[in-house]
T-cell receptor
Framework: GAVVSQHPSWVICKSGTSVKIECRSL??????MFWYRQFPKQSLMLMAT?????????EQGVEKDKFLINHASLTLSTLTVTSAHPEDSSFYIC??????????????FGPGTRLTVL | KQEVTQIPAALSVPEGENLVLNCSFT??????LQWFRQDPGKGLTSLLL?????REQTSGRLNASLDKSSGRSTLYIAASQPGDSATYLC???????????FGKGITLSVRP
């Protein structure tokens, strides 16, 4: 399966600052990537679908002006949390859409980024 | 809208026990169903993927089943070990866009 990395693995920032999180597909060209957010003891919630070369598709209730997504290449998507506030503190996980050896579309997940906003 | 439920939220068993983790979903028109493992503070590791046309998949001590008509999937873990302690999430994919809807997970603790 695809190998996915995220950077940074954790970040602490002050309220009002912006934070950029990178998601890289290391061995696979990913046309589609996904961004999720996970609060403690909660399930992963899909935030947006990132498509290379086009605008991201955001899920209902996710502010596109606050969570900026850029998918400029087939191996990199970035999520920028603008003017972060403490309620944005969460675990952010990306995934890339790939295909198993059997030909099934599946998502391969990154290790996640822990964001803490003070 | 697809909803995925996992009950109970937590489970503690002694080492060596065989156990079953349950997952239910509301929309039976799924593309596939996956089980993941998540260790604290870490990302997701895919365990098993069951296509909508399949009834079960096996990998080592793990066996996952799928019953679309009843909206259920189970993950069977044989001869549990302390190293199996983690949170297990199931996720349903409904459609070719491959979006996943996750349950909240079951936190498993296997006592030595």
């Amino acid at each position: 399966g695809a190998v996915v990395s995220q950077h940074p693995s954790w970040v602490i920032c002050k309220s009002g600052t912006s934070v950029k999180i990178e998601c890289r597909s290391l061995d696979f060209q990913a046309t589609t990537m996904f961004w999720y957010r996970q609060f403690p003891k909660q399930s992963l919630m899909l935030m947006a679908t990132s498509n290379e070369g086009s605008k991201a598709t955001y899920e209902q209730g996710v502010e596109k002006d606050k969570f900026l997504i850029n998918h400029a290449s087939l191996t990199l998507s970035t999520l920028t949390v603008t003017s972060a506030h403490p309620e944005d503190s969460s675990f952010y996980i990306c995934s890339v859409l790939g295909r198993t050896q059997g030909g099934t579309d599946t998502q391969y997940f990154g290790p996640g980024t822990r964001l803490t906003v003070l | 809208k697809q909803e995925v439920t996992q009950i109970p939220a937590a489970l503690s068993v002694p080492e060596g026990e065989n156990l079953v983790l349950n997952c239910s979903f509301t929309d039976s028109a799924i593309y596939n169903l996956q089980w993941f493992r998540q260790d604290p503070g870490k990302g997701l590791t895919s365990l098993l993927l069951i296509q909508s046309s399949q009834r079960e998949q096996t990998s080592g001590r793990l066996n996952a089943s799928l019953d679309k008509s009843s909206g259920r999937s189970t993950l069977y873990i044989a001869a549990s070990q302390p190293g199996d302690s983690a949170t297990y999430l199931c996720a349903a994919s409904t459609g070719a866009n491959s979006k996943l809807t996750f349950g909240k997970g079951i936190t498993l603790s296997v006592r030595p």
